[in-house]
């Protein structure tokens, strides 16, 4: 399995970015993507996670409302798409995936990607 995350950068706060992650290498019809984050001096952090056919999904309390995440079956591409910012979310995000069944369980996701950063400015 390959992933790879794009589209951070540097935003103010109040600002959107969408990451976009590519996977290759097998048939990923019945995996998880989950999109996970870590930012210095803090442990990695499940943020959002969604079922390969789209109809499932999770997101943890700190995003609700503001990030939404999304597939496209037909490209194998995941998607972030991060509104209304804060500095908080600063981090390097990263997508990875797994063949299990559990949305919020992380040691579930083996197979991971190069991370990408985002930088939130006040």
């Known amino acids: 399995v390959q992933l790879q995350a794009s589209g951070g950068g540097l935003v103010q706060a109040g600002g959107s970015l969408r990451l976009s992650c590519a996977a290759s290498?097998?048939?990923?019809?019945?995996?998880?993507m989950g999109w996970f984050r870590q930012s210095p001096g803090k442990e990695r952090e499940l943020v959002a996670s969604?079922?390969?056919?789209?109809?499932?999904?999770y997101y943890a309390d700190s995003v609700k409302g503001r990030f939404t995440i999304s597939i496209d079956n037909a490209k194998n591409t995941g998607y972030l798409r991060m509104n209304s910012l804060k500095p908080e979310d600063t981090a390097v995000y990263y997508c990875?995936?797994?063949?299990?069944?559990?949305?919020?369980?992380?040691?579930?996701?083996?197979?991971w990607g190069l991370g990408t950063l985002v930088t939130v400015s006040s």
């Open positions: 990875a995936v797994t063949v299990k069944a559990r949305l919020n369980y992380p040691p579930d996701f083996g197979s």
């Open positions: 290498g097998r048939t990923f019809s019945n995996y998880i």
């Open positions: 969604i079922t390969w056919s789209g109809i499932s999904s």
